[in-house]
């Protein structure tokens, strides 16, 4: 079997029951965005999709055990070499670990993966993970609203490609305007 459809197949078992925003939607968002950044750049690209479709499935906030990466990919047809860069790239793809990337490959999964957090797409998935954990819809400091603040308004000048910079403007204006109305509406000065 293909080492992408194995793969494919693997995405659907680990992330079939998620109400987090990292379901096999938000893979399949991804993976489109990691294809249409990495056209006409020099990467592996086997190492990229494959980076992509298992970007998530070890991520720290859905409380999977560490290794079911490394399982999947040592049961599929790719080289050590190649699983060594899947690793790396994935490692390097959280907001939350900070880490710079240290390839084209990091970076560019890191900006489809960021680009997807942001704009509407990336409203519906805050506010979703927000529910999955039982977050009120409040103005604390765990709020999705502060989620805006804290991580999402930061992504755009986090961009490492020209096609998600492009991207990111208008979603980023996209969710500058979904809080202006927000707090409109929150505070009744929308009347």
Excluded at 29 to 40: K, T
Excluded at 155 to 178: N, V
């Amino acid at each position: 079997m293909d080492v992408i459809q194995a793969t494919r197949e693997f995405i659907g078992t680990i992330h079939a029951d998620d109400a987090s925003g990292h379901d096999v939607a938000h893979i399949t968002r991804v993976v489109r965005l990691v294809e249409r950044l990495m056209e006409d750049e020099p990467v592996n690209r086997t190492v990229l999709l494959l980076s992509a479709y298992l970007h998530d499935v070890e991520d720290h906030k859905l409380g999977r055990p560490n290794g079911l990466v490394k399982q999947h990919l040592s049961s599929i047809d790719i080289t050590e070499e190649q699983v060594e860069l899947v690793m790396a790239v994935i490692d390097e793809v959280s907001f939350s670990k900070g880490k710079t990337p240290t390839s084209r490959e990091s970076e560019i999964l890191q900006d489809a993966d960021r680009l997807d957090a942001m704009g509407a797409i990336g409203i519906a998935r805050t506010f979703q993970f927000a529910g999955s954990r039982k977050t009120p819809l409040d103005l604390s400091e765990e709020s999705a609203i502060q989620h805006f603040h804290d991580k999402l308004l930061k992504l755009a000048s986090m961009m490492h490609t020209a096609k998600a910079k492009q991207l990111a403007m208008s979603r980023h204006a996209f969710m500058q305007q979904f809080l202006e109305q927000f707090h409109e509406e929150w505070d009744g000065v929308d009347i």
